[in-house]
């Protein structure tokens, strides 16, 4: 483990983490997933996730950008519950999309404060402090920033509870062809970072993702064997729309989901600022191919 984390910090330099714009990102990114865990949990239908979404307006509305909303009603377990999905487009030359995706509740759990640090606070930190730079690399695509609520399951985890947002956002797509692709980030602040190759994602997407990966010496990132976790990119390869996941499945430990999933460890003691530098070179370095 000692001997793999050291390789790491020894690649990072070659992959050109060290760059000043990869590191004030990642800083930003940082800041962005504190100040959401700073509010406290963030179950769907609670004040918490009410203050989130405005604090996720409010940063929005700085950048330059109006957040909208898909207002939704979803049955669930503990009754009918009103929710919200939140997204924000940046402008590229053409109609066609790419989607950047990650869910900003976090599971309501009896008995403990659960914040969702890396579960999922980390992933829409990223994708705020992301939106200037890609603005900044005037794509092809246009980039929608979808953030999506009630991805956690109320009970226990099936397909009848979980997955809300994500569902209720597939399935008003008219038209799947107008989406390039679909871009899924969840739990990316694990300081032992190690992506699951996610049954369902995209041949060609994870064939950028490998390329990518193996010509900065950073393969190791993504696990050789395959996991089958169901997260938000299903709702959209259910729509035929080709999704790449991005997940980090192993929270402490090297067994699945890890010792710190769903507990109230998961808070910014564990949010690993080396993890949020090597999510945003690669982001950087995987949607300008994903554009093309």
């Known amino acids: 483990m000692l001997l793999r984390r050291l390789t790491v910090v020894l690649l990072l330099g070659l992959w050109g983490c060290n760059d000043p714009q990869v590191q004030e990102v990642a800083d930003q990114a940082y800041q962005q997933t504190e100040n959401i865990v700073k509010i406290g949990p963030r179950d769907p239908g609670s004040k918490g996730i009410e203050k989130v979404q405005n604090y ?9 950008w109006v957040l909208q909303e898909q207002h939704f009603e979803s049955t669930t377990p503990v009754g009918k519950i009103q929710m919200k999905n939140l997204y924000f487009d940046i402008q590229g030359k053409s109609t066609k999309q790419i989607l950047l ?6 599971k309501k759990i009896d008995k403990i404060t659960f914040v969702g640090a890396n579960d999922a606070a980390s992933s829409v930190g990223l994708l705020l402090a992301l939106s200037p730079w890609i ?8 980039i929608r920033v979808l953030l999506v609520d009630g991805e956690e399951a109320f009970m226990h985890w099936s397909r009848n509870d979980s997955l809300y947002g994500s569902k209720a956002y597939a399935d008003q797509i008219s038209d799947p062809s107008l989406i390039q692709a679909v871009v899924v980030l969840d739990m990316i602040s694990d300081e ?3 992506l699951i190759r996610s049954r369902g994602s995209d041949a060609k997407l994870l ?3 490998e390329r990518v990966l193996k010509e900065n010496n950073m393969q190791h990132l993504l696990d050789e064997k395959w996991s089958y976790v169901e997260d938000d990119h299903i709702p959209f390869i259910q729509k035929g729309i080709a999704s790449l996941h991005l997940m980090d499945f192993t929270f402490g430990g090297r067994q699945t989901p890890g010792y710190y999933w769903h507990t109230e460890k998961d808070n910014m003691d564990l949010v690993s600022k080396k993890s949020l530098l090597i999510m945003t070179r690669l982001m950087m370095d995987l949607l300008p191919e994903i554009d093309l």
């Open 56 to 64: 996720i307006r409010g940063q929005v509305s700085k950048m330059g």
């Open 101 to 106: 995706v990650a869910h900003y509740d976090s």
């Open 135 to 142: 603005k900044s690399q005037q794509f092809t695509h246009t």
């Open 192 to 194: 032992d970072l190690q």
């Open 207 to 209: 064939q950028i993702l």
